[in-house]
């Protein structure tokens, strides 16, 4: 799941047999498990998502937890920009479950599963994906909506 430590033999292996990774930045930083290889990941077309461990934290599981330390220089290599962090959590975290049918993009025939959190003051496209991932905490998200359900609007 992790793929932390492969071969150069391996990627073109996982990519031919469609393999999906999920990376866990939090834990492979507190467990010293080495360097992610994101850029050879991207470079063979391999879907990457997000996955959370809340064993090291008190806080339990936190998405945002995890793009935080992937932006704060986590030991990715090369390391992802912003837009690639929200793309990992989104449309990544569908391919990883084989759910981009169907979810993780907003478009047309897809679920429209959303949130809408506060993100003041941006300049440029990157600044905006930089401070969703810096700024935004749970208690930001305003408005949640799964399918057709609305599950939060304050």
Same mark, same amino acid.
């Given at each position: 799941? /992790?793929?932390?430590? *492969?071969? @150069?033999?391996?990627?073109?292996? =996982?990519?031919?047999?469609?393999? &999906?990774? %999920? ?6 930083? %507190?467990?010293?498990? /080495? ?13 990457? #998502?997000? !996955?959370? @461990?809340?064993?090291?934290? &008190? =806080? #339990?599981?936190? *998405?945002?937890?995890?793009? &935080?330390?992937?932006?704060? !220089? ?29 979810? !993780?993009? *907003?478009?047309? /025939?897809?679920?429209?599963?959303? +949130? ?10 990157? @600044?905006?994906?930089? &401070?969703? +991932? ?19 609007? +304050?």
């Amino acid at each position: 799941v /992790g793929c932390m430590h *492969l071969s @150069e033999k391996d990627f073109p292996l =996982l990519a031919r047999h469609l393999v &999906r990774v %999920v990376w866990c930045p939090t834990t492979n930083k %507190v467990m010293k498990h /080495g360097t992610f290889p994101y850029g050879k990941l991207i470079k063979q077309g391999i879907p990457i #998502g997000f !996955g959370t @461990e809340g064993w090291h934290t &008190r =806080l #339990g599981f936190s *998405l945002w937890d995890e793009m &935080r330390e992937a932006l704060n !220089g986590s030991n990715a290599n090369p390391a992802p920009t912003a837009r690639d962090i929200v793309k990992m959590a989104t449309i990544g975290g569908a391919r990883s479950l084989l759910m981009d049918p169907v979810t !993780g993009t *907003l478009e047309k /025939g897809k679920h429209a599963d959303y +949130i809408v959190v506060s993100n003041p003051g941006f300049e440029n496209e990157e @600044e905006c994906y930089e &401070r969703l +991932i810096s700024n935004t905490e749970p208690q930001h998200v305003q408005h949640v909506v799964v399918g057709e359900s609305i599950l939060k609007s +304050i």
